[in-house]
């Protein structure tokens, strides 16, 4: 059996599901409102004659349907940055407000993390965490592009994130967005189930459980925590939340999102978990012509 064959009994609309696996997944820009509008955006590509559509829940992202977001000078500049469309999600549920303090738990290459920083008007601080110093060159160079000014960079295991460099004061929020067994990029990586095992799955959750319950030690109570990741396996993502409402004084709670998605599943094989995943959302390939992806919202409770 195909690995992706084991999410059968959790997806609607199978046929259109491993449809929507096979096509190209479409390129997507943001833009970078430290140094551009909407309105300036527009106005280059159209002179570049760079052909885009707006995508209808988040006014800054676009779809660029017969070009590369890094193939035009505003991309240079930093006006604008590649961004997958569900991508985008994490860091627009999370919310991060200007003057706040915000942790980016797994921040490389910095996509995530400077939207945080125009969410936030470049002021606060993002403190961005990352074990991959590879990674954490292109996390420098993106915020270097991007005129994010706000943001610190540690390299260092989310699992084990130190406060004490930050004068011991916890986050106001926190962005969790795991590495995982990366299922969900299928669009992109077509070779994303080539190396697939369950090992793997099983394995690379237990750093997801670790990073997460730091990620709520860390936050202030009634501070915000966003989990996410780009598979659709419920051991990376329901039990993952199950561990840490086991583990941690917080809850998942409610949220709004404006793109098509189904609930947390509540079983999986033979777990059941904690009933509240069901306020997660799970995104599949073929509702919204982008990736699959996973997101839900923890506050701190104590």
Request: aromatic share 8%; charged share 25%; glycine share 8%.
């Amino acid at each position: 059996m195909e690995p992706i064959e084991r999410y059968r009994p959790i997806v609607d609309d199978w046929a259109a599901f491993r449809a929507a696996c096979d096509r190209p997944l479409p390129s997507a820009i943001r833009v970078n409102t430290i140094k551009a509008t909407v309105a300036d955006v527009r106005t280059t590509l159209d002179e570049a004659g760079v052909a885009y559509d707006p995508v209808d829940w988040h006014d800054l992202l676009f779809v660029l349907p017969e070009d590369s977001p890094g193939r035009n000078w505003p991309y240079f500049h930093g006006w604008i940055h590649g961004q997958e469309e569900v991508s985008a999600v994490p860091a627009t549920v999370l919310d991060a407000q200007p003057g706040e303090r915000v942790w980016d738990a797994c921040a490389a290459p910095g996509t995530k993390t400077t939207q945080l920083s125009a969410q936030m008007d470049d002021t606060g601080e993002v403190v961005a965490t990352d074990n991959n110093l590879g990674r954490i060159s292109a996390l420098r160079t993106n915020t270097e592009r991007l005129g994010a000014t706000n943001v610190a960079v540690t390299h260092e295991d989310g699992r084990n994130h130190s406060l004490k460099p930050f004068g011991g004061e916890e986050y106001d929020r926190a962005l969790v967005d795991v590495p995982c067994s990366c299922e969900g990029t299928i669009r992109k990586n077509r070779d994303a189930f080539d190396d697939w095992s369950l090992s793997h799955v099983k394995g690379i959750s237990g750093v997801q459980k670790g990073i997460l319950t730091r990620a709520v030690q860390a936050t202030k109570e009634g501070g915000t925590v966003v989990y996410s990741t780009c598979t659709f396996a419920p051991e990376e993502n329901e039990a993952v939340l199950d561990y840490a409402l086991a583990e941690e004084d917080c809850r998942l709670v409610d949220y709004d999102l404006d793109l098509t998605h189904r609930a947390g599943v509540t079983e999986w094989e033979d777990e059941e978990f904690d009933p509240s995943v069901a306020k997660a959302k799970r995104i599949y390939p073929h509702h919204n012509d982008t990736g699959g992806f996973f997101c839900a919202k923890l506050e701190v409770t104590g």
